[in-house]
């Protein structure tokens, strides 16, 4: 079984409309990131969460929100979703503490098309 | 500021023939590195890493990278490149503290001919 789930793996939707994307990992990871990918851009970061309590903005928060339901659940939402909010989204998470970095592990993606 | 660059977007090579794909980042410290790679319609898969030790590290398929401090580099190789090789590589670093950051390229897109 994956060990990062990402949910739904496929949505079209329309301008407007307000939709969830779900993560869950099986990891026991305190850290939990949201990504999205567009071409030529590679992947940058939404929103990340140390623990259920404390979630924070990256580097293009402005158009989304998150909601840290359990240590073992991060779910991003677009409220009125918008056609250049069209991409491919990478749910991610990692251990926390200790003096090195601590590797993220990346779910499948869920690609999004706002129509 | 902290940044990766993959000089090439789209690479072209034919079937057998060798492979270099270039990543270097702007960094003040040792950097944790990474190169994934994405199939088309599929999700990231981790190719290989370089935390410490040895500078020349070898992943999966077939592939090995080089860690060089004194470029900033952490270019990828594959001594005979397969069709299926065909996809997006992405470079990326990590650095430690904070929030566990870590710094994506923008890909190179490589594609080979029989």
């Known amino acids: 079984d994956a060990d990062v789930t990402q949910t739904p793996r496929n949505r079209i939707t329309k301008t407007g409309k307000r939709i969830m994307l779900e993560c869950s990992q099986t990891?026991?990871?305190?850290?939990m990131y949201w990504y999205r990918q567009d071409p030529g851009l590679g992947l940058r970061l939404i929103y990340y969460?140390?623990?259920?309590?404390?979630?924070n903005k990256g580097e293009i928060s402005d158009g989304y929100s998150v909601s840290r339901q359990a240590q073992a659940k991060f779910s991003l939402s677009l409220e009125s979703a918008i056609p250049n909010q069209t991409a491919l989204y990478f749910c991610?998470?990692?251990?926390?503490?200790?003096?090195?970095?601590?590797?993220?592990?990346f779910g499948p993606g869920t690609r999004l098309t706002v129509l | 500021a902290q940044s990766v660059t993959q000089p090439d977007i789209h690479i072209t090579v034919s079937e057998g023939a060798s492979l270099e794909l270039r990543c270097n980042y702007s960094?003040?410290?040792?950097?944790?590195l990474f190169w994934y790679v994405q199939s088309p319609g599929q999700g990231l898969q981790l190719l290989l890493k370089?935390?410490?030790?040895?500078?020349l590290v070898q992943g999966i398929k077939g592939f090995e990278a080089e860690f060089k401090r004194s470029q900033s580099s952490f270019n990828l190789r594959k001594p005979s490149v397969h069709w299926s090789d065909a996809a997006e590589y992405f470079c990326?670093?990590?650095?430690?503290?904070?929030?566990?950051?870590?710094?994506f390229g923008a890909g190179t897109r490589l594609a080979v001919h029989p």
């Open positions: 990326a670093v990590g650095f430690s503290g904070g929030y566990n950051k870590l710094i």
């Open positions: 990891k026991g990871h305190d850290r």
């Open positions: 370089y935390f410490s030790g040895d500078t």
């Open positions: 991610a998470t990692s251990a926390s503490g200790g003096l090195y970095y601590n590797e993220q592990f």
């Open positions: 960094y003040g410290a040792t950097p944790y």
């Open positions: 969460s140390f623990d259920v309590k404390d979630i």
